[in-house]
């Protein structure tokens, strides 16, 4: 199973990104597909998550600023982010929870980094 990122980079306070996630041998159901991010000497924190029904959660410091969206076909998951701010400054990692019989199974992606500055 491979799960890569993209769409990184360094933004201007104000400025947008959109991040990718993309996975690939996935043999099962994607039941979920999310966004974490941990930032220098924190712990790795849930950004946004949707589920295979759509169901999307996010975290109260991005509401109303990111959006998730998932494409099942090309099993993909986006990252919308507007009105981004310093503090937004993390490493961005790729989740997929895959369902595969009765077993369930975490898959994560090696991170983006996303820097916020002027």
């Known amino acids: 199973v491979h799960v890569v990122e993209s769409g990184g980079g360094l933004v201007q306070p104000g400025g947008s990104l959109r991040l990718s996630c993309a996975a690939a041998?996935?043999?099962?159901?994607?039941?979920?597909m999310g966004w974490y991010r941990q930032a220098p000497g924190k712990q790795r924190d849930l950004v946004a998550n949707?589920?295979?029904?759509?169901?999307?959660n996010y975290a109260d410091s991005v509401k109303g600023r990111f959006t998730i969206s998932r494409d099942n076909a090309e099993r993909t998951v986006f990252l919308h982010m507007n009105t981004l701010k310093p503090e937004d400054t993390a490493v961005y990692y790729c989740?997929?929870?895959?369902?595969?019989?009765?077993?369930?199974?975490?898959?994560w992606g090696q991170g983006t980094q996303v820097t916020v500055s002027s």
């Open positions: 989740r997929i929870e895959e369902q595969l019989g009765n077993y369930l199974f975490d898959f």
């Open positions: 041998g996935i043999a099962g159901s994607i039941v979920a």
């Open positions: 949707i589920t295979k029904g759509g169901s999307t």
